[in-house]
């Protein structure tokens, strides 16, 4: 495997120029000291109580996730490239979904396979034709991102749906800024605190036309013994919305109240954090006690908006994500500023039989895989296992693409002994509203924290650390 891009380090000796500062600092911080601040950081972390469920785990059902009190730092330089990327990649993403369910022009265009769409368990028939305001479709991405060279950022995979972990970015910064004020006070570091304030304008300026001047939002989470609960009580209380299970939600003549001491008010944005399987009972699974029966005919009428949309998970699905370039060339004439990773489709004959002789070196990854499960690394995976997956592909070669290990760029992290690389990955979030698309300078970025490992899932044992860019 290549030897991986260090962000902080010039082969030869030099810094690069953004971890100048934090290098002279290290010098200059006992390893005690940081070792002290690194326990408080995580006694903090569980004093807020920011823990997950890993599901499936026996052992114990809330963790907490690693934190890194090392920050990454990037350049305004390299994240106007970053940011530039990004809109362009998100704009193609909503111009793709309202074609997908509306003209079809890129399945006409034989760009994507007309199959990869309709049966595709994701797809959903319910939005064909249907209007969702403003026309757009994603409000919230997270575009997992990696770097294994100081030009190029590579976007790893597309989260359109609901897409999580921005908690964790507002807290490791409010964290870093309470134990390390000596450390921010010799950087300028772009303030990612906006975020709360963003994400509820794009919201509300993505109301429908029936809605009330001042809109009302509120955030439906399934409760909690969701993994993510955290995280939805986190972010209602930031934005000053409330939190609601589908039990406290009725539509009535095709509009959505919510139950309050007072009485029904009506809602008029919703930002789910529920599957679309569990939405409405009406629509789709009847057996689910989630959601709310009567919101998709409340939807289908124009009176409520589903952020993100009903039918967004389509551009999640790693096949549809191998096409991405040519999406983008297609609805925007420009090329993709984000390089995607090299992808075989394991649909292909030619890419299948590639794939089953060249498995020991690959990374092989279901199309609706999320969390780092369900997939092969090839160079640290036992010939048991190899073979096992070999069998997989070759009875539904349709489920699954593979790629090259990537040698992820890596990062100074502090470990039990001492600072050492570890790989890293960043989940920028892009917030887009009825006018504008907005990025808060950052995101959430992902450690693998054991040695030499690629996998940054929480689930798999990674952690998390706080995102710097600097405000030049």
């Known amino acids: 495997m290549a030897v991986a891009f260090d962000e902080m380090n010039i082969p030869g000796g030099d810094l690069r120029p953004a971890y100048q500062e934090l290098a002279r600092w290290l010098k200059e911080t006992p390893p005690e000291a940081l070792e002290y601040r690194r326990q408080e950081a995580e006694l903090l972390f569980r004093r807020i109580g920011i823990t997950f469920a890993v599901y499936g785990d026996s052992e114990s059902t809330e963790r907490l996730i690693p934190f890194d009190v090392i920050p990454r730092i990037m350049s305004a330089k390299e994240w106007a490239v970053l940011e530039k990327g990004l809109k362009q990649r998100v704009r193609a993403l909503n111009m793709f979904l309202r074609d997908i369910y509306h003209g079809r022009d890129i399945l006409r265009a034989e760009i994507v396979p007309d199959d990869l769409i309709f049966q595709n368990p994701v797809f959903r028939p319910e939005m064909n034709g249907q209007q969702v305001p403003h026309d757009v479709y994603v409000h919230i991405a997270g575009i997992d991102i990696v770097r294994v060279d100081a030009e190029d950022f590579i976007v790893l995979e597309d989260n359109a749906r609901t897409p999580s972990g921005v908690s964790y970015?507002?807290?490791?910064?409010?964290?870093?800024m309470r134990l390390f004020?000596?450390?921010?006070?010799?950087?300028?570091?772009?303030?990612?605190?906006?975020?709360?304030?963003?994400?509820?304008?794009?919201?509300?300026?993505?109301?429908?036309?029936?809605?009330?001047?001042?809109?009302?939002?509120?955030?439906?989470?399934?409760?909690v013994y969701n993994s993510a609960y955290y995280e939805h009580s986190f972010l209602a209380d930031k934005l000053g919305i409330e939190l609601v299970e589908g039990r406290d939600l009725v539509v009535k003549n095709n509009e959505v109240f919510m139950r309050t001491t007072e009485?029904?008010?009506?809602?008029?944005?919703?930002?789910?954090?529920?599957?679309?399987?569990?939405?409405?009972?009406?629509?789709?699974?009847?057996?689910?006690?989630?959601?709310v029966p009567g919101l998709m005919s409340a939807y289908a009428a124009g009176n409520i908006t589903l952020a993100n949309a009903v039918g967004t998970g389509i551009a999640d699905d790693k096949a549809i994500y191998s096409y991405m370039p040519d999406i983008v060339r297609f609805y925007l004439g420009e090329e993709p500023i984000l390089k995607n990773v090299p992808t075989w489709r394991c649909r292909e004959p030619k890419d299948l039989a590639?794939?089953?002789?060249?498995?020991?070196?690959?990374?092989v990854k279901e199309v609706h895989g999320s969390g780092g499960y369900g997939m092969l690394i090839g160079p640290a995976a036992t010939k048991a296992t190899i073979e096992a997956f070999r069998d997989k592909l070759k009875r539904e070669p349709e489920g699954f693409i593979a790629q090259p290990t990537l040698a992820l760029s890596t990062c100074p992290t502090c470990t039990a002994s001492g600072l050492a690389p570890r790989h890293v990955d960043l989940r920028p979030f892009v917030l887009t509203g009825s006018k504008s698309t907005t990025i808060v300078?950052?995101?959430?970025?992902?450690?693998?924290?054991?040695?030499?490992?690629?996998?940054?899932?929480?689930?798999?044992?990674?952690?998390?650390k706080d995102t710097w860019i600097l405000d030049e």
């Open 169 to 176: 970015m507002l807290e490791n910064r409010e964290i870093m």
């Open 181 to 223: 004020p000596d450390l921010f006070a010799r950087h300028k570091v772009a303030p990612v605190e906006r975020y709360p304030d963003e994400l509820l304008a794009a919201l509300r300026s993505v109301a429908p036309q029936s809605a009330s001047s001042e809109p009302t939002v509120a955030l439906l989470t399934p409760g």
């Open 263 to 291: 009485g029904l008010k009506r809602v008029d944005v919703i930002y789910r954090r529920v599957d679309d399987d569990f939405l409405d009972p009406l629509t789709f699974r009847p057996d689910s006690v989630l959601g």
């Open 354 to 363: 590639y794939v089953l002789d060249n498995l020991s070196e690959l990374v």
């Open 441 to 464: 300078p950052g995101g959430l970025t992902r450690v693998a924290l054991k040695e030499g490992s690629l996998v940054v899932n929480s689930s798999q044992g990674g952690g998390t």
